[in-house]
């Protein structure tokens, strides 16, 4: 982090409810990250989540979390930069306590042609997305495995399963995601830990906001549902591989993604 303080967004004025877990999300400002942090939240969590930057965006997810009933932290992190990330790590537990779970969904794409990439986009999309989430992974499962006790679930893409024309950089960096997971889950399972990643298709977030209408129509065109899917979808999937009714699954991922065929 940048070695300011992190964001306190009043956890001192509920008492700690030792029948509440404390749930960390990456990426938390905006999109998928922010659905997952106030669906969290909704579900009895207490909520720590990171972005690049204290704006505007992560000061909403930060109300909306607050709103739900739970207590919240939130502190700028760059995923990419393993110090930054393991002080948001300590910072969060010290505030709210040990994390149950944790939810990574920071990324960031750079789509262009292989040919015409420029080191530094293959570079940048696949330090946040890929190297972010060992990061994450890697701060956390430490004290889960002393606890003997967590679930982690990583944010992946359809693209990592299958590929995207001039998305290179993002394919690779999501199907890495879904290697980490499956070995991860295999690591960890004889210590209560479980590991599953969530494979989201098109979603209403940012990134899709800004394809053109005819980019638009020709992938409503591959999804069998004829729709772009919503974060809080997104959310929920999350929300049930973090919850016990999925205490047997470990080692998945899942497709949230309305059929799509790309």
């Keep these: 982090m940048d070695g300011r303080r992190p964001d306190e967004q009043r956890p001192d004025e509920q008492r700690p409810d030792e029948q509440r877990r404390c749930a960390v999300v990456t990426g938390g400002s905006r999109g998928i990250g922010r659905a997952v942090a106030v669906r969290l939240a909704v579900d009895g969590f207490d909520i720590a989540f990171c972005s ?36 948001f790590m300590a910072a969060a537990q010290a505030q709210l306590g040990a994390p149950h779970a944790l939810v990574t969904s920071a990324g960031i ?15 940048a999309v696949l330090d946040t997305n890929l190297t972010g989430t060992f990061n994450a992974c890697r701060t956390a499962v430490l004290g889960m495995v002393r606890r003997r006790s967590g679930v982690i679930v990583n944010i992946s893409s359809v693209v990592g399963l299958r590929g995207n024309a001039a998305q290179a950089n993002y394919g690779a960096s999501k199907a890495g995601i879904d290697g980490l997971s499956r070995s ?6 004889g210590r209560g830990i479980r590991v599953n990643a ?12 800004g394809l053109s209408e005819k980019t638009r129509a020709a992938i409503l065109a591959k999804i069998p549902l004829a729709r772009f899917g919503t974060a809080e979808s997104v959310a929920s999937v999350v929300a049930f591989l973090v919850s016990d009714r999925a205490d047997y699954i470990t080692g998945q991922v899942i497709q949230v993604d309305g059929g799509i065929e790309l």
Excluded: N
């Excluded at 794409?109 to 570079?123: C, F, G, H, N, V």
């Excluded at 991860?184 to 399972?189: I, R, S, Y």
């Design 52 to 87: 690049r930057a204290r704006d505007v965006a992560a000061k909403e997810t930060a109300r909306l979390v607050l709103d739900a009933g739970a207590r919240c932290l939130h502190a700028p992190c760059d995923v990419s930069r393993y110090d930054e990330v393991r002080e």
């Design 198 to 209: 969530v494979a989201p298709g098109f979603i209403e977030t940012d990134m899709v906001a």
């Design 184 to 189: 991860l889950a295999k690591e960890v399972a």
């Design 109 to 123: 794409i750079r789509d262009k042609s292989l040919a015409l990439m420029p080191p530094s986009d293959w570079q």
